[in-house]
């Protein structure tokens, strides 16, 4: 299998990109995500990714040449229409709004309208922890969870992330989709040629099925906690595209479709300043004193923890890609 550094991976990644028709910074920056997430164990939202967003590069679903931009603002809120681009570039500026308005107004909300797919939500909150603050990101997704009762896929898998810093240590990272597992996983399976587990999904008439195109292709997802799952998936729908004015995720085409209309997606970023409520010691005060509550239990391991430890061993190690993705990341570079 073969091995690359993380700034070889991120080359041969941002190459790809921009060979596709991404400006240079949409490809610097989304290659920089993407292989952060490999570094950190979560391969279904790495480098595999990048020749879907190479093809709808190519088709038109993704615009190389947008330029994301502030639509409408408030003192502690704004909204950025990221032109149909792919979503890291305009999600990094969101987040940077969302942190400058908190450290002036205590809170920072930036939305994103018109966006892609932008990867694991916790990576793009790192910079939140370390300037101190709280955040919070949610995304809407294409549609892969059916209404409570229904048969067909309508809310989409509505990522939430969370990171808390800390006095010491890595920051505490929540990061979930909504559902019992994520398209990246069955994405995983597809391309192994590999049955799912029994329980993960269904077709398109609402019958389970362990086929992972059945799933892809019209198909819904369980959301995690039944019908506590899809109420919050519910709520991450509304936030995510009433309140920014994105399609709504039954209306976005899946993401293995090539030639679509753009997806426009809806992100939200919420910041939070400890130095307006109870105050930054406070605050650090009562995260290690429920640190150390949870750590009495020896098998407690923090949320976020794996994923610091995966990082430091990739920067020594490198990174395994597979053979095969490896070859369609050398000719997404020929284009």
Same mark, same amino acid.
Do not use: C, D
């Given at each position: 299998m073969p091995n690359l550094s993380i700034d +070889? /991976?991120?080359a041969l990644a941002t190459d790809a990109l921009h060979a596709s028709g991404a400006f240079d910074s +949409? +490809? &610097?920056i989304t290659a920089k995500y993407l292989v952060a997430a490999d570094a950190q164990g979560l391969g279904t939202h790495g480098v595999v990714r990048v020749p879907t967003y190479c093809d709808h590069l190519k088709s038109g679903r993704a615009r190389g040449d947008a330029v994301p931009r502030i639509v409408n603002e408030k003192a502690a809120a704004c909204l950025i229409d990221a032109g149909y681009g792919l979503g890291f570039e305009p999600s990094e500026m969101a987040l940077e709004e969302a942190m400058e308005r908190a450290s002036k107004h205590g %809170? *920072? /909300?930036a939305g994103v309208a018109k966006s892609h797919h932008c990867g694991a939500l916790g990576i793009l909150l790192e910079a939140v922890a370390a300037r101190g %603050?709280?955040?919070l990101a949610f995304s809407n997704a294409p549609a892969a969870i059916m209404a409570w009762g229904g048969k067909r896929p309508l809310l989409g898998t509505n990522p939430v992330a969370a990171i808390f810093? &800390?006095?010491?240590?890595s920051p505490l990272v929540i990061d979930m989709s909504l559902t019992q597992v994520t398209r990246g996983q069955i994405l995983l399976y597809a391309n192994a040629g590999k049955p799912l587990p029994e329980g993960w999904g269904m077709d398109k008439d609402g019958n389970p099925t362990t086929d992972p195109h059945k799933i892809l292709v019209g198909g819904s997802l369980? +959301?995690? *906690?039944g019908l506590k799952g899809t %109420? /919050?998936?519910l709520a991450v729908e509304i936030l995510c595209c009433a309140l920014m004015g994105a399609a709504l995720?039954?209306?976005v085409e899946p993401m293995l479709v090539n030639n679509g209309k753009p997806m426009d997606l809806g992100q939200a970023f919420l910041v939070i300043d400890p130095a307006g409520l109870a105050g930054r010691e406070r605050y650090l005060e009562r995260v290690e004193t429920l640190i150390e509550a949870m750590l009495e239990d020896d098998e407690v391991r923090l949320p976020g923890a794996r994923r610091v430890e995966n990082a430091a061993r990739a920067v020594q190690d490198g990174i395994d890609i597979p053979p095969e993705l490896a070859k369609q990341l050398h000719a997404l570079t020929q284009r």
């Open positions: +070889a /991976l991120t +949409a +490809a &610097r %809170m *920072g /909300l %603050m709280v955040g810093p &800390r006095k010491s240590g369980h +959301a995690v *906690g %109420m /919050l998936a995720s039954h209306e």
